[in-house]
């Protein structure tokens, strides 16, 4: 039985989640790329004096469900007995970290007088660490880490408060964008914050205080997740998808899970799923171990705030040498595409267990990358970071909501800050009709956003996934439908693969068109007034609702046939019975 007051345990832990919060918001503040400032492609912690992760910040959860495991990695490197007040270790291994060299973490010791008290953590995603393509994301012509860019094993960024400048050095010269300077000293900010507020709490309550509560924390939130777990019913459910392939001409990766509830513990394995790759798209265990983190959390503890307790009740498990645990060296930088089919394979084994409480396939995000070595409006070289994102699958209960990440938790960058950042003009960002998975509640809807490149000539390193093999709708729900990336969309349009880089000249339009979201029900079940307003605001046509939904509406399309509509939704029930 804990004696900490429990006033005195509320504030604590409080002031922990906070202390993480307010880091992001320093760093947001203070980047200057936009792949942090805009993107949101960072995360946030704060760590006790062993490395156990306490409190994180509500960002990415490719980061988080990694960071947990990447501090301790990186203290076997940086003991604590080695780490003085203002020292900043930085590491962005993949096999260390969080799965490709543009995730750069950093740790910053936190000490109240001499004592170690704890850890100030961030990860950000660095718009280019080098490597053969700008971004440092090509999947294609590339087999191993060292040819994706600068690998930084667990070393010093700063000692005692002032930057180490060799080490800034060496980075300088192996990235293309000089902003990943910038947002390194903008990590070490956020940290700070960290610091003081972790600092502020010792201060206040003691360092022997300040530990005890952290303990319980840990302890507090694995019993509850051990509760949650003994609510599911024991057993092992299955469940498989596909990634498209990895590049032109390559076969698909068949990825296949077997999920195991059992006592006070939930086993994900993902044996039979197939090999590594020899492209630069391979899911490290660290990745593959967050996103299932992700899904799992999500029907189990979602309002819970996520920490090595809760984390220490799920266990991953994956062949070596496998497409989601390679060995060393194995390429990886785009591996964010696979952070959808992890979660949503985890989530269609969950759907057989709670399927209350499960959302159907995703739209994803196609990331391409448009680059050029000269800018007409600077001189400079450019790099636009350039994102379109789809749908949310769609819940039992509701529909998917439009133009949000799931389970990426970034952001749509602003149209006006690509078009300030690089020599683009973006001449279309819409919704797509008809393209989310229909269902008694509909997914979210494809975005499709199109590209002019304004230089003279450039490159563009296409990211994308779900060109072939849709996103699964469920319990009767449809698919959502296809994405695809189309090259001056028109007479003569070009469809590229989701995968590869290709040159640009001034004029050339890029179309990326993300995947709809999938649909959960059957579309015949969905209420005829939910089918008329989104023919109403243009995401459904009259056609789809009569084809699909079996909703007829009148001439003008200002309102529903009941009649008919009772009579075709009639029909179509004998029909399938």
């Known amino acids: 039985m804990s004696t900490i007051d429990p006033v005195t345990f509320s504030v604590v832990w409080g002031g922990l989640l906070s202390a993480a919060s307010e880091m992001g918001s320093t760093l947001l503040r203070t980047a200057y790329s936009m792949t942090v400032r805009e993107g949101s492609d960072f995360s946030t912690g704060v760590f006790d004096a062993e490395g156990n992760m306490i409190a994180q910040g509500d960002y990415s959860p490719g980061h988080l469900g990694s960071m947990a495991y990447t501090v301790r990695n990186m203290l076997s490197w940086y003991p604590a007995d080695s780490l003085r007040p203002g020292d900043a270790v930085i590491c962005n291994d993949p096999s260390i970290g969080s799965g490709h060299l543009p995730d750069i973490f950093m740790v910053t010791p936190v000490f109240h007088d001499e004592t170690l008290i704890g850890y100030a953590v961030n990860i950000a995603h660095h718009i280019d660490v080098g490597g053969s393509a700008p971004g440092s994301e090509e999947v294609v012509g590339v087999s191993e880490t060292c040819q994706e860019g ?39 900010a956020a940290n700070l914050t960290g610091v003081a507020r972790m600092q502020s709490l010792a201060r206040q309550y003691g360092p022997a205080m300040l530990a005890e509560c952290m303990a319980e924390i840990i302890a507090r939130s694995r019993d509850a997740m051990v509760e949650a777990i003994a609510a599911l019913p024991q057993g092992t459910y299955h469940f498989e998808d596909v990634l498209d392939d990895v590049g032109p001409e390559t076969d698909p990766v068949p990825f296949k899970l077997a999920l195991s509830v059992e006592d006070g513990r939930i086993v994900c394995d993902w044996e039979g ?50 497409y989601v645990n390679p060995r060393p060296g194995a390429a990886s930088g785009a591996r964010a595409v696979n952070a959808n089919r992890i979660y949503e394979v985890v989530m269609g084994a969950l759907a057989q267990i709670v399927p209350d409480r499960v959302i159907a396939a995703s739209s994803g995000f196609t990331n391409p990358k448009i680059s050029g ?18 749908g949310v699958g769609a819940h039992r209960h509701r529909d998917g909501q439009e133009a949000t990440t799931s389970p990426t938790n970034g952001t749509n960058t602003p149209v006006e800050v690509q078009e300030m950042n690089a020599p683009v003009f973006v001449r279309r960002m819409e919704l797509v009709p008809d393209t989310a998975g229909a269902g008694q509640f509909r997914g979210g809807m494809a975005m499709r956003k199109d590209v002019e490149l304004l230089a003279e ?6 990211l994308g996934d779900r060109n072939v093999t849709a996103p699964y709708g469920l319990e009767g729900g449809q698919a959502g439908a296809l994405a695809g990336t189309i090259l001056n969309p028109g007479p003569a349009e070009r469809r590229l693969h989701s995968k590869g880089t290709l040159a640009l000249r001034k004029g050339d339009v890029i179309s990326m068109r993300t995947a709809g979201a999938g649909g959960f029900g059957d579309p015949a079940r969905r209420q005829p ?15 789809a609702a009569r084809e699909i939904y079996k909703v007829v509406l009148t001439k003008d399309h200002a309102g529903i046939d009941e009649g008919a509509t009772e009579a075709l939704r009639a029909e179509t029930a004998q029909i399938a019975g």
Request: glycine share 10%.
């Open 150 to 188: 600068i690998r930084l094993l667990p070393v010093l960024l700063y000692r005692g408060g002032e930057p180490v400048p060799e080490i800034l050095r060496i980075i300088e010269g192996n990235v293309r964008i000089k902003d990943v300077l910038g947002d390194l000293h903008a990590q070490y």
């Open 373 to 390: 070595t000269l800018s007409p409006h600077t001189g400079k070289p450019f790099l636009a970071w350039m994102t379109a994102i789809g």
């Open 273 to 322: 799923t197939g090999p590594q790759r020899a492209a630069g798209i391979n899911a490290y265990m660290q990745y593959t171990r967050s996103y299932c983190i992700a899904a799992i959390k999500a029907v189990t503890l979602p309002r819970a705030a996520q920490n090595f307790g809760i984390i220490s009740c799920i266990e991953i498990r994956a062949p070596e040498g496998c």
């Open 457 to 462: 000539t450039g490159l563009v390193t296409n």
């Open 529 to 543: 007034a939910a089918v008329l307003r989104d023919v109403r605001h243009g995401l459904v046509s009259a056609g």
